[in-house]
């Protein structure tokens, strides 16, 4: 398991970090006074302060609504039934918007987990939820559990699902469950069998009894994590796109819709079962407008309570509503009882 911030850098590191960080946004002073101040090369100053931010030495508010992002948010709540909605700012057409998302995922889950409202967490993967348990301040919640919804991916990847829970557990001193089983196996055999091992069964078992989810949401194109990962071959995505696919949710693939398709990959899936989140807080983390379509069908399956996106995606999803909204949970089929 990864270790904590504090023993990464080194204790003397992480007070020298502190102070610097302390000196350049609460002292007001430069990073060449900052440099001066604690005797230590320019270059060394700015490494210090970009890694007390990254390792929430550091929190940044920044005060003041934005009235357009705030209509959008208001918008989505009233179109797809959210609880609750947070669009941060678009980003210029060169910059990528994942760490803007990854630090308002963060804020919700730091608020989340103080909160002390939950005690076991499931956890899925995303890129942006990397960078949101990234951002991540800090704590000890030492009386909660993190665990995998799913299996591992062969490659490391930043999406990683194993590397997202060891990062959390990291930053929570939470204890973590990881299943120890791929996402995907090789046939349905295979997911059978490796279903009845004794750490996969307790590892799900714990994982069906959280009451609080976090994922992101995923793509279906040869570009998206699934492929990328290696896990599901490009042939196997074209097919799951000619079915009607347009997202992927712990595995699932729902149609624009909201409905499970038939493939033989959920066959293959090694995953708890998405329907279990229904009725609990499940906060799906995903923006970009590229993403809008993808987004729009998870929300229409009813299984997602708060959402974490962008100005891009949110303005799309708007303007593109359906007049009826979201299905209310009981036109919505039960999948993946195995799980």
Same mark, same amino acid.
């Given at each position: 398991?990864?270790?904590?911030?504090?023993?990464?850098?080194?204790?003397?590191?992480?007070?020298?970090?502190?102070?610097?960080?302390?000196?350049?946004?609460?002292?007001?002073?430069?990073?060449?006074?900052?440099?001066?101040?604690?005797?230590?090369?320019?270059?060394?100053?700015?490494?210090?302060?970009?890694?007390?931010?990254?390792?929430?030495?550091?929190?940044?508010?920044?005060?003041?609504?934005?009235?357009?992002?705030?209509?959008?948010?208001?918008?989505?709540?009233?179109?797809?039934?959210?609880?609750?909605?947070?669009?941060?700012?678009? +980003?210029?057409?060169?910059?990528? #918007?994942?760490?803007?998302?990854? !630090?308002? &995922? /963060? @804020?919700?889950?730091?608020?989340? =987990?103080?909160?002390?409202?939950?005690?076991?967490?499931?956890?899925?993967?995303?890129?942006?939820?990397?960078?949101?348990?990234?951002?991540?301040?800090?704590?000890?919640?030492?009386?909660?559990?993190?665990?995998?919804?799913?299996?591992?991916?062969?490659?490391?990847?930043?999406?990683?699902?194993?590397?997202?829970?060891?990062?959390?557990?990291?930053?929570?001193?939470?204890?973590?469950?990881?299943?120890?089983?791929?996402?995907?196996?090789?046939?349905?055999?295979?997911?059978? +069998?490796?279903?009845?091992?004794? #750490?996969?069964?307790?590892?799900? !078992?714990? &994982? /069906? @009894?959280?009451?609080?989810?976090? =994922?992101?949401?995923?793509?279906?194109?040869?570009?998206?994590?699934?492929?990328?990962?290696?896990?599901?071959?490009?042939?196997?995505?074209?097919?799951?796109?000619?079915?009607?696919?347009?997202?992927?949710?712990?595995?699932?693939?729902?149609?624009?819709?909201?409905?499970?398709?038939?493939?033989?990959?959920?066959?293959?899936?090694?995953?708890?079962?998405?329907?279990?989140?229904?009725?609990?807080?499940?906060?799906?983390?995903?923006?970009?407008?590229?993403?809008?379509?993808?987004?729009?069908?998870?929300?229409?399956?009813?299984?997602?309570?708060?959402?974490?996106?962008?100005?891009?995606?949110?303005?799309?999803?708007?303007?593109?509503?359906?007049?009826?909204?979201?299905?209310?949970?009981?036109?919505?089929?039960?999948?993946?009882?195995?799980?």
């Amino acid at each position: 398991m990864a270790t904590s911030p504090a023993l990464r850098l080194g204790s003397d590191d992480v007070d020298l970090a502190t102070r610097a960080a302390w000196l350049y946004y609460e002292g007001g002073l430069t990073q060449s006074e900052v440099s001066r101040a604690l005797g230590i090369p320019p270059a060394r100053v700015q490494r210090l302060i970009a890694r007390a931010l990254r390792d929430g030495l550091v929190r940044i508010s920044i005060e003041g609504p934005l009235s357009g992002c705030l209509r959008l948010e208001q918008r989505m709540l009233e179109i797809y039934g959210l609880e609750f909605c947070r669009v941060v700012p678009a +980003m210029p057409d060169d910059a990528t #918007g994942i760490s803007a998302l990854g !630090r308002a &995922a /963060a @804020d919700y889950l730091h608020e989340a =987990f103080s909160s002390r409202r939950h005690r076991i967490v499931g956890v899925g993967h995303g890129q942006t939820l990397a960078t949101a348990i990234e951002r991540l301040p800090a704590g000890s919640f030492t009386d909660m559990t993190v665990v995998s919804v799913l299996g591992d991916v062969p490659h490391r990847v930043g999406a990683n699902p194993f590397d997202v829970i060891h990062a959390l557990a990291d930053k929570t001193k939470a204890s973590a469950y990881l299943p120890p089983v791929p996402f995907y196996a090789n046939s349905p055999a295979d997911r059978d +069998m490796l279903f009845r091992q004794r #750490g996969v069964v307790e590892a799900f !078992r714990l &994982a /069906a @009894d959280a009451t609080f989810f976090v =994922f992101g949401i995923g793509e279906v194109s040869e570009s998206a994590f699934l492929c990328r990962s290696g896990m599901v071959l490009p042939e196997e995505i074209r097919s799951v796109v000619h079915e009607g696919a347009v997202s992927e949710l712990l595995g699932m693939f729902i149609d624009a819709e909201g409905r499970r398709i038939e493939t033989e990959l959920h066959d293959r899936v090694i995953a708890l079962d998405p329907e279990i989140m229904r009725g609990r807080e499940a906060l799906a983390v995903a923006g970009g407008a590229h993403k809008a379509v993808s987004i729009r069908a998870a929300l229409k399956s009813g299984l997602i309570s708060a959402l974490v996106t962008d100005e891009g995606a949110a303005r799309l999803l708007v303007e593109t509503a359906p007049e009826s909204g979201v299905p209310t949970p009981e036109t919505q089929p039960h999948v993946r009882e195995d799980t």
